[in-house]
């Protein structure tokens, strides 16, 4: 988090594992399939910055979700997160694991 956003964080707890068949990326010339392994952090120092790998940066709520242009898929994390379930969530499917 310190080198992306200039935020020093402490990590409380693992949020989930997600990834899907649905969300793929092209850039140049590859194509993949992300896994995102998120967690809940608190931050505690730093100051938030905007570097050479980003374009531009906005805190996501609730009230503004659906009007930020953005993976369709960080919107169906945040979803589930604000969704109050307290366990992990983990992708199966896409981890090739049966329920």
Not at 15 to 32: N, Q, R
Not at 77 to 96: K, Y
């Amino acid at each position: 988090m310190l080198e992306e956003t200039g935020l020093e964080v402490a990590v409380e707890r693992l949020l989930g594992v997600f990834s899907s068949p649905e969300y793929v990326l092209a850039l140049e010339d590859k194509t993949f399939q992300p896994l995102l392994i998120v967690f809940l952090c608190r931050m505690c120092g730093g100051g938030l910055r905007v570097g050479p790998e980003s374009l531009s940066f906005m805190w996501m709520n609730q009230a503004n979700m659906e009007t930020l242009q953005t993976f369709p898929l960080t919107k169906d994390i945040a979803r589930f997160i604000w969704s109050g379930n307290q366990n992990a969530f983990f992708d199966f499917f896409s981890l090739g694991i049966k329920n």
